[in-house]
Nanobody, 111 residues
Framework: QVQLMESGGGLVQPGGSLRLSCAAS????????MGWYRQAPGKQRELVTT???????NYADSVKGRFTISIDNAKNTVYLQMNSLKPEDTAVYYC?????WGQGTQVTVSS
């Protein structure tokens, strides 16, 4: 079993920034890829970004150039730095590690 603890969501104005964190614990030795999904109201869940323990990353086109994922292997923690936030980034953001999901953290971008 793997447990994922997310933090860092909240309310921010358009153009602002937020940083999400996801700390993994438990049987983490088999985890090679971690990332973030998001789900906006009335929309399907979408993949935002992934990162391997070696640091290889992928991003959805909608967030390229604005979001940055990073990993601290010593702390088993993944970070998502979100800059230039837009109202359409409003969603519940879920941390993922292999088949495991976090509980989600709300990000709201609104003036």
């Amino acid at each position: 079993q793997v447990q994922l603890m997310e933090s860092g969501g909240g309310l921010v104005q358009p153009g602002g920034s937020l940083r999400l964190s996801c700390a993994a614990s438990g049987n983490i030795f088999s985890i090679y890829v971690m990332g973030w999904y998001r789900q906006a109201p009335g929309k399907q869940r979408e993949l935002v970004t992934t990162i391997t323990r070696g640091g290889s990353t992928n991003y959805a086109d909608s967030v390229k150039g604005r979001f940055t994922i990073s990993i601290d292997n010593a702390k088993n923690t993944v970070y998502l730095q979100m800059n230039s936030l837009k109202p359409e980034d409003t969603a519940v953001y879920y941390c993922i590690a292999a088949a495991y999901w976090g509980q989600g953290t709300q990000v709201t971008v609104s003036s």
